[in-house]
């Protein structure tokens, strides 16, 4: 039982803690308790973010928060999920740098709306010919294949 | 000899270098034929910082929709005739990335290019054979 | 020779160069804000992955970056064997390690010619590159490309190195470690580099941690992060190398820790070579289960991180890719603001993005185009020339 | 006395020391330039008919003129550069043959013909509507207000030698009886400063701050393409052919020395080093250079002049 995931379940009771390997744990928490936690690992534990991975599954958008602690190289893995119909995440981008560009590419791509992010604009896509509705990596993006086209 | 205008292009093609959503790999061996190894110099090939000096275009990278407006404007400032050169497998038929959103189509959609040097990324010394063949093309 | 009137779109002249990926904006001559302009490379690579299977999937992500072609696939094909929890053939670990090394030397070779190229030192910028075609040649020797060696593979390499390759690659070391330690030394003593690149796009401890930022980025200022110390993969863990940490933050340590890893990494060469193991290169894997991975591996410019999450068919489900670029190249707004304009285009090349980016670089003054990115060189350039005079 | 007959004068103007002869040597030496700078980086560099073919070329091409830019100085600043260009080469040349045929004050016209080209690059640039090139003749038309002042108290010195001598015919006679300029103290360090200026007025590193970094005519002209970039381009290479015929003969003995040749290929060469062997100069920085550092030196061979060394 490691000190941050002892310490990390203490603040959050409600937290599962799934141990994958060694180096690699996967924590679920509500997405009410997300800024905590992140605070809790960055702050406390001086965890470094290597970035947040947005999935569009079943249950809903879930977003994996990805903190590498250097010194030994575990990688914590927060767990959130937002429902489909309410896609909305709190943003770090406020206290935490890092995170700024990865929530505008997450909104852009994902559609995940992130309140409090100081400037939500669209980070990749083209600024004249985009659709703004439609959100690539959602499972219900229809894939042209050019390759048959031609 | 045949058109002097056809043999002074011929003589003396300064490039410009278009890269629009590339991986830099062929750009960074596009500038590796200005250094001692290849030197294109000796063929008269320069490479200018205007599109307005220039009479071919090197163009590299399958162009995603930012780029597309802006290569278009390019193109229309180069005086004619001018030659647009592909460089990379990725101008001549967006390579793998062939099914992505973002990515608008190789080249010849839009522009109409002379030749495509293939290879990811294409040797220099495929790069400059590709220039002088789309030169004696002309 | 017919006329043709052309009509000049938008404020500034979209003739000279494409909209600026950097836009500094100023006040006469020192540097405010600046403006991240991105999206110009963005191809989509995370929505085509889930389309090719396993073993095209290393093809998509080397054409990420075309200077770091080795770390995308080998950090996609750790997070795969994280998911399946299989450790690559020994042989073929070694070869992978080898292959990293070799790119992170022809790498920041590169970057230290375009750093010269930058503050007027063109014969550095020949004289790096030329040294660095004995590595590329080795690559072309051992996986056939210059770049984009397609030399990693679930549970090992997919090439192997030859016993007869190995002198020319010793030989391309040497012939690489003494132009090294010749850069080093000009690099490192020439007073007038040294105040050029001191004090200069400073990155404090506070704000590298705050932004995340990774390798020499990270290590310049401080912060002692190294993935292959960290989280060792393949022949990582019985290899003995130091990390070079500086704390000044400046552009000047992040040359020096560049050229003292280059160094390392070719004693790490020598090591692997010394002591290559018998045996197979490839374990074989017969199917990836349903699950995650996460795959780590320390790029020339730092951290890549990739994710994969499979649901047991040939195809993933997620593909995340974060190249280290992503997180130097947000620290730019710190690192550049309240610099000179001269010294603006070589902080922002400081993080050594590739080399398309730090072409797209324009100054602006209230609203209106005031340097163009070959004036910022320019100014860079006579900087040099001005502290030259000043020298003794 | 000889004058030259009316269809001599047109002869002289568009053959011998006039269009044909100075682009020809003009192209041949800015080969030579382009030759030895590829040499210093280790590179083969260009073949000896690369300039004719990159004149020839661009004169074929389509001019593009940026609409909202005044066609009429768009198109005519170039000429302007170029017509000056032709009347210097006749009126040295015609001096250096015929001393005796020059007018008073023939100097004093060389300078200002010589100032033309420098002129008709501001007026083009300034009239193509373009950011960028506006910066560039803004840098252009300060760096001219940096050399001239040093240029010109250069000149001041092969006056006093000749005791107040304004025509350029007696220079060349004073010189074929008492010998160069150069060999005296001040004829020396105003012959420095004016190879310096020659440097600075044909755009060369260290001075090409009017012009993006390693592209020739970039900064400056950028807007321009086909027939004007070429005949902005023949007017340079013309000048890299006037400006050392200049110093040689207000400095070295004339044009009709045996010795002209050597002599002229000898500035030649010292322009290209020059040109290899600096990194730029930033604008005010050339400024001051000039201003201060050669203006005191000019004022030096003035006084030394005066003292007769």
Known sequence: MRDAEAGLKSLIPEAEVFEHNPKRLHISIPRERLTEAAKYLHRERGMRLATCTGIDTRAGLEVLYHFSEDKTGTMYTLRVLAPKDDPRLESQASWFPATDWIEREMHELLGIDFPGHPNLVPLLTSDTDWDREKYPLRRDYERRNEAHER | MKDPRIWGLKKSPWVYHLAAASCNNCDIEVLELLTPRYDVERFGIVLVGSPRHADALLVTGVINRKSLPRVLEVYEQTPKPCLVIGVGTCTCNNHIFLNSYNAVGPYDKYLPVNAYVPGCPPKPEAMILGVVKALSKL | MSDRHVVPIGPYHPLQEEPEFFKLIVEGETVVDLEINLGYNHRGHEFISPELTYDQIPFLVERICGICSNSHPLACVLALEDICGVKPAPRGAYVRTIIHELERIHSHLLWVGLAGHFIGYNTVWMWAWRYREHILEVFEMITGNRNHYAANKVGGARRDILPEQIPQILAALGVAEKKTLLLTKAVLDDPVIRARLERVGVLTREQAVAYSVVGPTARASGVDIDVRRDDPHDAYADLKWNVPVLPEGDVFAKAKVRLLETLESISIIRQCLGRMPEGPIQVRVEEIPAGEGIGRTEAPRGEVFHYLRSDGSNRPLRHKIRAPSYMNIASNVVAVRGGSIADAALTLAAVDPCYCCTERLAAFEDGKLKLTGRDLLRLSWAKTERLRERMP | ?309
């Not at chain 4, 044909?20 to 040499?39: E, I, K, P, Y």
């Not at chain 4, 043959?97 to 004093?108: A, K, W």
Request: charged letters at 10%.
């Open chain 4, 1 to 309: 006395m000889t004058t030259l007959a009316g269809w001599q004068l047109v002869l002289a103007f568009l053959i011998f020391p006039g269009v044909v002869f100075t682009s020809f040597v003009g192209l041949t030496l800015t080969w030579v330039d382009r030759f030895v700078s590829a040499r210093v980086q280790w590179r083969k560099g260009p073949p000896f008919y690369q300039p004719f073919a990159d004149m020839l070329k661009l004169l074929l091409k389509q001019t593009v003129v940026p609409a909202g830019a005044s066609k009429v100085t768009f198109l005519g600043a170039p000429m302007i550069g170029f017509a000056a260009m032709c009347v210097t080469a006749v009126l040295l040349f015609y001096v250096n043959f015929f001393p005796h045929g020059s007018f008073v004050g023939d100097l004093i016209v060389l300078v200002y013909l010589f100032a033309l080209p420098p002129l008709s690059t501001i007026l083009g640039a300034s009239a193509s509507r373009n950011p960028l090139s506006a910066v560039g003749a803004s840098r252009e038309m300060t760096l001219y207000l940096g050399y001239e002042l040093p240029f010109l108290l250069a000149l001041v010195v092969p006056i006093i030698h000749t005791h107040g001598a304004i025509r350029l015919g007696d220079l060349v006679l004073a010189q074929r009886t008492a010998g160069p300029f150069l060999y005296s103290w001040s004829g020396l360090i105003a012959a420095v400063i004016v190879l310096v200026c020659i440097q600075a007025k044909l755009g060369y590193p260290p001075f090409d701050i009017a012009e993006a970094e390693q592209e020739i005519m970039s900064g400056v002209l950028i807007e321009y393409s086909g027939a004007p970039l070429a005949l902005f381009r023949l007017t340079k290479a013309m000048m890299f052919f006037l400006m050392p015929c200049f110093l040689v003969t207000v400095f070295w003995g004339g044009l009709t020395s045996f010795w002209a040749i050597p002599e002229l290929l000898a500035v030649v060469v010292l322009v290209i080093l020059i040109k290899n062997t600096n990194p730029r100069f930033k604008i005010d920085h050339a400024l001051r250079f000039f201003w201060f550092i050669l203006g005191a030196l000019g004022i030096i061979a003035v006084i030394l002049a005066f003292g007769g060394l």
